[in-house]
Each structure stands twice: as structure tokens, then as C-alpha cells.
């Protein structure tokens, strides 16, 4: 099979043997934003179209591909949700060869007086596929997942079913009070290369931890560089713990329940610190796992063929 | 006296009489932003020289004309403080005829094992004046006053004196999250005119006082609008509504002590429909209290000489 991944700014595949292994991998920077509404099947082909030649061959592709920026719109799939149900959802835009993986929804109570908002929906495309690779990966069936990101999600797993998740603007809104609100006049610019500073980023974990919100906690930002109590150049690490610690703060996730977080490396590192001081064990799973995603939903494809 | 408000983008001054009552006012788009380092003078002896003349006059100035890139730095005078300790704070630019008035700056607990923040500082500049205003217009000795802004300020009054407050970056990332985030792309264009909207905005309200926090909420502006269960043009005020919401959550302020609200109509009538929601009583003032403020720090020095 072919495994792809097709995101916002990059696309990379990989052509699977019958165990899932990785024979070859591709990959070019063109993501959803760089290829025209009617460019996407020219697009696959010219990368992909030499591993199709095999009649029997199929491709699977998760991310914002399936989104209404995409190749086609894949209808999220409610949660619960499995590798199986997933697999019944699939958008095929050729039969029986390429299909878009979709994204799941959920929803939160909420407010019972308005019909409007009863019920407040909450959506990912893409990390459904990271945490069905993760579970095969690491063999669990029951777990709670954090992939941490722009919008990070926090999945509940049970019976190697996705519950449902909650999304959280983390590394967005850093980004935002970083560079666009008026605490970037205080941090050193962007461009400086910042020294990993391990203590800044716990000092703002804790104090996220302690409440107060990061409404008010971030204002500190400003605060302590003006009263030159802390250097600016150890700010930037500061915020970057009062964004995520205050994510963690909220979601207050249970420490009898153990973490598993998938994603970049030096983002996992900062949130299993996080997690850590709010007294939660997480761990890390290292290298990507979409493929592995992909690998357990065509899997669910051939025991119904 | 002559009594002048001088922020980051407009100057604004009034001449008072023996009893504090207006005679004249007069304005000009001279923030401290739009006048050079060395300029102040010039700019001030411009629009109030003849104002000046009478040689026992005496000039207040509140406001960002005091800060690094004001006119001249006037330190922090630490809480608790009232009108004769903010009097006697007082940086003269013009020994015994011109001053400017210091901001406020308190210390919040924070981690006790990291000496560099074992306390953090919270600062105001301005907002001083209008607390003081207000006390001396409503005759309270003893008030919670919620001054709404980019930055809002909740201060704890007791005995005419400020005791101490909190920031809150409200005003600042509600316009962050609108204008630069991800979900402005949901959100109608800025210069559409958007009908005030009081159902969405307490909808906001009442999500953000249900807890899940700001990093979360804000998503659901992106997923109500992408399963078109809240049209695109009451966003905006429901997003007004998470953001206002969730610093009421934060500041949890004790229903049983009144709040006084402080600031411009608009904004004063959304704290207060959103404090209402919260269970907690508040009442806007009318009007700008600035004048009556530094009033109230003339009359110190008057006593004093």
C-alpha cells in the first residue's frame, strides 16, 4: 500500500510491503495551501504515480487533504471511533484505490438553554490517524494521548477506541502573544537563536500551575523584564511554560492514568516536563506514526474485502 | 490646576477651578508614540502655555507620559497606596508647577523555590487616577473597581486606599485571536459592521464560566461556525464573550463585595452583563473620572504646603 500524509504546507508518502514496512519514502513541499482546487490528482500522480502502477495497489492519505481546502471534503466521523470505523468513513475519490482518511468530531456539553450551543462540537483531522499508529506502536488499548501542536488534542482512549478529545490553541496563542501582542517589544527578536533554558520554561509551568489564568499570568512577561528580574533572553522560554502549563492546568488530566505524547521531540520533551511537574507520568513515543495509522486502517480494508 | 491625561495616543487637559470643576478642556492626537524624546516640553507649552501663566498654577499629568518613553520616568509607587502616597510620589518635571503623576505596582505571590520570582510584579499606569476619581465620585472608601481595557485592571480598595490589583490581557488577546489567529479566517472581515449581539456574547460568557479554559473555548468559534450551528457574524461577540468570561472565571470575584466598573460605556455595559452572569452586582460609572482624580492628588499637595 501507499501511506500519505498531506498537511497544510507538506506532502511525504511511502510505499509499505505486506508487513507495513517502509520500502521507500517520498516527499515535496507542496501542501494543501501550494496546489490549486483542481491540481491535486496531477499533483499525486506525478509524485506518487509510478507505485500505483500495480492494480491491486491502494493509497490511503490523512491530514487536511480531506478538508474543504482539499483534494475533497471527507465528513469528520463521530467519536467513539475505531481503526474499523474509520475505515468505513473513508472518502474514496477512486474507487477501491485512493481514499482520504476522515477526521473525527466529537462534542462537549453545553449550554442547556441555548438549542444553538447544547452541544459545542470539537474536530482533528490527521492526529485520528497518529493515535491509531501510536496504539499499534505501543501495543495499548487503553490510554490517554496528547499531541501537542498549533491546536493540540488530547484524545481518551478505551478498548483501543477513540472516546473523544479536546483541543486546545497552545501553539497558537504563543505564537500570537511571541511575536504579535505587545509582549514582543520586551522579547529578544525573533530571530535570536534562544539557548534551550530548561529552568525559565519550569518557572512558567508552575506558576501556570498555581491558577491565575493566562490572561493575567502572561502580563508577568512584561512585568519581570521591567522590574529586570528576569533577562529577557530567558522570557521567551518562560511564556512558552505559562502557554503549555496552563493547557495542562486546565485539562487537569488524571495521574492515575498514564500519558502518551506524540509528536515532535522537542515539543514532547516540554510537555512530558510540564506534565511532570503537575504530577502526571507521560511518555514520549519517538520517530512518526502515520504510517502505522495508515498501515491499521488498511488493515481494517482487507479483513472486509 | 490644570489637570491632563497624556497615553500612548491622545493628550488631553482641563483646566479646573478652586473647586475641581471643569472650564475648559482641550485635546490633541499627541500620544507619547507621536512626540519625539525631546519634544515634550514644546508640545505641552503649545497646547497649555497660556494656561500656564498664573505663576502659583500647577499641572498634574497622568497616564503613559510617566513611562520609559514618556516625557520623564516616574518609578512605581508600590501598593498600598492613596491619594498622599501617589502625592508624594509625585515626579516634577517643573519643580512645584508641572509633575507627573507615578503609576501603581504591586507583588502577587509567586514560587517559593525560585528566588528570581518568589514575587511578581503587576503594574498600572494611569489607571491610578481613575481609581481615585472614582472613589472621590461615588464617596466608596471600600470598592472592587474593574477598570475594562487591552490590559483590564481589578483593584481591591479598602479605606480610600489601593490595596493591591491584577492584570488581565483581555482587551489584548480578544483582539489577537480575532485579527491574527486562525479564527479570523471564520470571522467576518473587521470592517464589517457587526449589530451588537447580546445573546452570542453571554452564549461566550456562559461556555467560559463553565471552565475548560480560553485555549479551548476559542476553538469552538472555528467548529461552530464549520458545522454552521452559529452563523459567522455573531461570532465575533461570542468570542468577545469567552474572552470577558473567562477573566470573570479567573478573578472569581466574592459576590457579597459590589463592583464598580470604570471606563468607556461599551465596555463597562459587557463586564457588567457578563459579572451579572457570575452572580455579581456592578455598577458602571458615567463619564471620565481622571480629572476628579488628579483633583483628589492636588488637594494632598495643597495640604501638605
Not at 76 to 94: E, F, H, K, S, T
Not at 255 to 273: D, E, H, K, M
Request: glycine share 10%; hydrophobic share 45%; with cysteine.
Amino acid at each position: 500500500m501507499i501511506a500519505i500524509d498531506w498537511g497544510t504546507s507538506a506532502l511525504r508518502g511511502a510505499l509499505l510491503d505486506r508487513q507495513g514496512g517502509v520500502l521507500q519514502e517520498r516527499s515535496a513541499p507542496l501542501g494543501i495551501l501550494h496546489v490549486p482546487p483542481d491540481g491535486f490528482e496531477a499533483v499525486f500522480n506525478d509524485l506518487f504515480g509510478d507505485w500505483m502502477r500495480p492494480p491491486s495497489q491502494v493509497a490511503l492519505m490523512a491530514g487536511m487533504v480531506g478538508s474543504q481546502q482539499g483534494w475533497q471534503e471527507a465528513p469528520y466521523c463521530p467519536c467513539p471511533a475505531n481503526a474499523q470505523d474509520i475505515a468505513g468513513a473513508l472518502r474514496w475519490v477512486q474507487p477501491g484505490r485512493i481514499a482520504i482518511v476522515p477526521g473525527l468530531s466529537c462534542q462537549h456539553a453545553g449550554l442547556a438553554d441555548a438549542p444553538e450551543l447544547a452541544q459545542v462540537p470539537d474536530v482533528m483531522r490527521g492526529e485520528e490517524t497518529q493515535i491509531l499508529g501510536a496504539l499499534a506502536a505501543t501495543g495499548l488499548k487503553d490510554a490517554t494521548l496528547v499531541l501537542p501542536g498549533t491546536h493540540s488534542k488530547w484524545a481518551r482512549v478505551r478498548a483501543q477506541r477513540i472516546e473523544a478529545f479536546t483541543s486546545y490553541m497552545t501553539g497558537e496563542v504563543y505564537q500570537l502573544l511571541r511575536q504579535h501582542s505587545l509582549l514582543a517589544r520586551t522579547l529578544p527578536p525573533l530571530d535570536d537563536a534562544t539557548a534551550a533554558d530548561d529552568e525559565a520554561f519550569e518557572w512558567g509551568v508552575q506558576r501556570a500551575l498555581q491558577g491565575g489564568g493566562l490572561l493575567h499570568t502572561a502580563f508577568s512577561v512584561r512585568t519581570l523584564s521591567l522590574f529586570r528580574q528576569v533577562p529577557a533572553q530567558r522570557l521567551p522560554e518562560y511564556l512558552s511554560g505559562l502557554v503549555i502549563g496552563e493547557e495542562v492546568r486546565q485539562h487537569a488530566p488524571d495521574p492515575a492514568t498514564p500519558v502518551l505524547l506524540v509528536g515532535a521531540p522537542a515539543l514532547t520533551a516540554r510537555y512530558q516536563r510540564a506534565l511532570a511537574l503537575a504530577g502526571v507520568q507521560a511518555r514520549p513515543l519517538e520517530g512518526s506514526v502515520t504510517w502505522a495509522g495508515l498501515w491499521q486502517i488498511a488493515r481494517e480494508l482487507d479483513m472486509n474485502a
